[in-house]
């Protein structure tokens, strides 16, 4: 086991920590599980505080363009209130809920790019210092993968994901960011949109599905955005045909779109228009293209690589978010 020493506030030789999570994919609303493991330093110290926090990079939009940033989204505490012995190695297993919205990072055990960590915090005689940073994986909900292989199935392609500081109007959305899935249109839909951005919102009863199509324009009229979310339930995941549902949502965006604003309900889901409410000059906004091919198929929306070289800039990027994050705790 290799620990990282702490150093900085508790300074060196002092204890060192490293948090190793279970194996496999954490599920939005389910329990994340590990063990903190500590080894004492050269003298005996009191942990009074032990605590993980959720980071994820989010990029926001201002005035003067875009930025990308490190925000923590959750905080849990998971031991503290005894002394830790000099050289004594000791274990604290730990099972913390994992917000409903964390954003999904893979699909069929492929990565979408999104980066998101647990970093530990351990709190000596008054001085916190931060410990290791592990990557989560996350990945989507029973329903989630239900409608995601679903726009697969009618030919949607995966060009992106990413994630977006700011507030979706309207909506029971609670994270201080949203996560956008862009998909390329399938081609029954490629003369009425350009592309279509995806949003999950989760939550205990079922999941808020915000879609919003770049709609292209005719030989007389601009094109525009057009907006709408459907409410679905956990337990549909396995009994409705989500094609079917899908291909409704969608011609519903692309044939009766003046009908938004109504908030009719369509299938088993509810439509209600929205509307985007972030940071100043917040608006529509398309991910960093990641060059990233879908097949879609039997398998639905599943993630594939062109000639091997998406997937290791999809690491890379997720790498030097990471090593960006350590290289901060350091200084």
């Known amino acids: 086991m290799v620990f990282k020493r702490l150093l900085g506030a508790i300074g060196v030789g002092g204890?060192?920590?490293?948090?190793?999570?279970?194996?496999?994919?954490?599920?939005?609303?389910?329990?994340?599980?590990?063990?903190?493991?500590l080894r004492g330093g050269g003298s005996a110290v009191d942990i009074e505080h032990i605590g993980l926090e959720l980071i994820a990079r989010v990029e926001a939009e201002h005035a003067e363009g875009e930025s990308e940033g490190s925000v923590v989204f959750e905080r849990?505490?998971?031991?503290?209130?005894?002394?830790?012995?000099?050289?004594?190695?000791?274990?604290?297993?730990?099972?913390?809920?994992?917000?409903w919205e964390t954003p999904v990072t893979e699909l069929h055990g492929q990565p979408l790019g999104i980066a998101l960590g647990v970093r530990t915090e351990v709190a000596v005689a008054g001085a916190r210092d931060k410990g290791d940073l592990d990557p989560l994986a996350v990945r989507p909900l029973p329903v989630q993968e239900a409608v995601l292989e679903a726009f697969g199935g009618l030919g949607f392609g995966f060009r992106s994901a990413d994630l977006e500081y700011g507030h979706i109007g309207g909506t029971g959305q609670r994270l201080p960011f949203y996560q956008e899935i862009e998909l390329t249109p399938a081609p029954r839909y490629a003369h009425a949109m350009n592309e279509l951005e995806l949003t999950f919102l989760a939550a205990p009863a079922g999941v808020e599905v915000v879609l919003e199509a770049d709609k292209r324009g005719g030989p007389f009229s601009a094109g525009h955005d057009a907006l709408t979310r459907f409410t679905v339930r956990h337990e549909d995941a396995p009994a409705l045909d989500w094609q079917a549902e899908v291909d409704g949502w969608i011609r519903r965006m692309t044939e009766h779109h003046d009908a938004y604003g109504s908030h009719a309900a369509y299938g088993h889901g509810s439509h209600t228009a929205y509307a985007h409410d972030g940071a100043p000059g917040a608006g529509h906004h398309s991910g960093p293209g990641l060059g990233t091919a879908v097949a879609a198929g039997a398998a639905g929306l599943a993630v594939g690589v062109a000639g091997g070289m998406v997937a290791a800039e999809v690491v890379d990027e997720i790498g030097d978010f990471f090593e960006g994050e350590e290289d901060e705790d350091e200084a």
């Open 15 to 37: 204890p060192s920590v490293d948090t190793v999570l279970d194996g496999g994919a954490a599920l939005p609303g389910g329990a994340l599980t590990g063990r903190v493991l």
């Open 76 to 99: 849990f505490t998971v031991g503290g209130g005894f002394r830790l012995g000099e050289e004594e190695e000791r274990e604290l297993p730990f099972s913390v809920p994992l917000p």
